[in-house]
């Protein structure tokens, strides 16, 4: 079973105070997603996300407590926003095959506009907050548990041959996730799906023209 998107409250709005204005929420969440997307958490400005959003820099802290609140926010909304349009590519495809494929492209696509988290690989680890890096890292395995689906169903089908699902699929994500910073930064869509298609066939098939046994290489 895919991963669906839950409906629940942000952990980062105080709840103390009295709820802003849904649209005036979402306003402050797209202004910052943008903001931080373009400057960087530590260059982006209270004062300058009020501005833009057009509401008191108080209202802010009244509702988020602090900046990095906002960051983890808009961070935890790309990841939510990312996984459930990967899980619904997958979904539309019938065999384990075709879905790892989609999967892949769809990772590369939709990663392609989740700059937050995209920036969060390119700053690397110990760079960035503590919170930032547990969401990065929650959504890796989130992503993980889509490709081991996905590894299930082909075994239990017949079409994939595997010891160690968990495993492959960690593997695959720790792949994908390696090639994400180069590729989305210097290449484009199409020969991004040039890469794949060889990194699926390579895969699939494998790299040697018959099967030999590894352990007595």
């Given at each position: 079973?895919?991963?669906?998107?839950?409906?629940?409250?942000?952990?980062?709005?105080?709840?103390?105070?009295?709820?802003?204005?849904?649209?005036?929420?979402?306003?402050?969440?797209?202004?910052?997603?943008?903001?931080?997307?373009?400057?960087?958490?530590?260059?982006t400005?209270?004062?300058?996300?009020?501005?833009?959003?057009?509401?008191?820099?108080a209202?802010?802290?009244?509702?988020?407590?602090?900046?990095?609140?906002?960051?983890?926010?808009?961070?935890?909304?790309?990841?939510?926003?990312?996984?459930?349009?990967?899980?619904?590519?997958?979904?539309?495809?019938?065999?384990?095959?075709?879905?790892?494929?989609?999967?892949?492209?769809?990772?590369?696509?939709?990663?392609?506009?989740a700059?937050?988290?995209?920036?969060?690989?390119?700053?690397?680890?110990?760079?960035?907050?503590?919170?930032?890096?547990?969401?990065?890292?929650?959504?890796?395995?989130?992503?993980v548990?889509?490709?081991?689906?996905?590894?299930?169903?082909?075994?239990?089908?017949?079409?994939?041959?595997?010891?160690?699902?968990?495993?492959?699929?960690?593997?695959?994500?720790?792949?994908?996730?390696?090639?994400?910073?180069?590729?989305?930064?210097?290449?484009?869509?199409?020969?991004?799906?040039?890469?794949?298609?060889?990194?699926?066939?390579?895969?699939?098939?494998?790299?040697?023209?018959?099967?030999?046994?590894?352990?007595?290489?």
């Amino acid at each position: 079973m895919f991963y669906t998107k839950k409906r629940f409250r942000s952990k980062y709005v105080n709840v103390k105070e009295p709820r802003m204005k849904q649209e005036k929420f979402e306003t402050i969440l797209d202004i910052a997603k943008k903001m931080f997307a373009r400057y960087g958490l530590r260059k982006t400005s209270m004062d300058e996300l009020a501005r833009m959003a057009r509401v008191a820099k108080a209202t802010i802290y009244n509702y988020f407590g602090s900046k990095d609140k906002v960051y983890m926010e808009v961070l935890r909304r790309e990841s939510d926003e990312v996984v459930e349009k990967l899980s619904s590519s997958v979904a539309g495809k019938s065999s384990p095959k075709d879905k790892l494929m989609t999967f892949a492209r769809a990772k590369f696509h939709y990663m392609r506009r989740a700059v937050n988290l995209l920036n969060l690989d390119r700053e690397g680890r110990g760079k960035s907050l503590p919170a930032a890096e547990e969401i990065r890292n929650q959504f890796f395995e989130r992503e993980v548990d889509i490709i081991r689906s996905i590894l299930k169903e082909g075994v239990e089908e017949g079409v994939f041959h595997l010891k160690d699902v968990l495993l492959t699929a960690r593997a695959i994500g720790h792949a994908l996730r390696g090639f994400e910073v180069n590729w989305l930064v210097q290449e484009n869509e199409e020969q991004i799906d040039h890469y794949l298609d060889e990194l699926m066939n390579i895969l699939f098939y494998g790299l040697m023209s018959e099967k030999i046994s590894l352990t007595k290489v």
